[in-house]
């Protein structure tokens, strides 16, 4: 296990950000990165709330990492309350696994499996990848993690991480994922206390803010009204001025990972943004 927090250059990046610096961060690193590619994965449907459950595969050079892992193989073709006694039904239409086969792709070549946070919507398919890293948040590991883990958590979906059979980083803050800018954990802690968001620093399309669930929707978002469920509101509202600060910053295209509507802003599957 290893728990990281911001490394030097995300420090100084995210510092001149939030000091509101006259120009934009250096981007040299990000600039001498291996090339990314961005693809959109469907991962779910909230079909009572007309919400969609996104998952993003992400390719840096030669490795792939997968940010959100989305609802479970259970509900393949099968629509069920979200959790008992829940009003949300949800279902799923496509597995990861046979996303990856379209693009030629196979599980074991998933080298990292990086989580927004730990609610079953986001993580449902993650233990299909027992071989990868895991990233996540040290707050949101240990809520996972403990004795008695709350009761709307499910530590047996994080099985491969949890028995220590595969290889876990335990972020506190920013994460720097591959060390050179390209693609960074942000914290925005509020509806989980380890709660992170993801910015990916493409070269031809520009960078690109994934919410996680910092923002359910395009209204929640123009509201800047925290969920009801989130586990600290004032967190959160932290976490919406941080994460409006560097969307304008850097000109980036924020996607909400529940909203539809967000969909269009990348290409279409099989397509991906570079």
Known sequence: MRVRGIRPFARCFWLGLLLAATSLPDARASAAAPPLR???????????????????????????????AGLGTALLDHPMP?????????????????????????????AIVALSHVHSDHIGQAADFP???????????????????????D?????????????????????????????????????????????????SFGPVLLSGDLYHSDLQRERQAPAPHDVERAATLRSFRRFEAMAAALHATVIIQHEPADIAKLPLFPRAAD
């Open 38 to 68: 961005l693809w959109r994965l469907q991962c779910g449907t909230f079909i009572t709330q007309r919400l969609t459950d996104s998952c993003y595969l992400i390719r840096h050079g030669r490795e792939l990492m997968l940010w959100d």
């Open 82 to 110: 979200y959790r008992a006694g829940s009003p949300s039904v949800v279902v799923l239409r496509r597995t990861i696994r046979s996303q990856l086969a379209a693009l030629g792709l196979r599980p074991r070549q998933v």
């Open 131 to 153: 071989q990868a890293r895991l990233i996540l948040g040290l707050e949101d590991w240990r809520l996972m993690s403990a004795a008695k883990p709350p009761p709307v958590l």
């Open 155 to 203: 530590p047996a979906l994080l099985e491969p991480w949890i028995r220590g059979h595969a290889p876990r980083t335990l972020v506190r803050g920013d994460y720097d994922v591959f060390g050179d800018g390209s693609v960074v954990m942000l914290a925005t802690p509020g509806h989980t206390p380890g709660h992170h968001s993801l910015l990916v620093r493409l070269k």
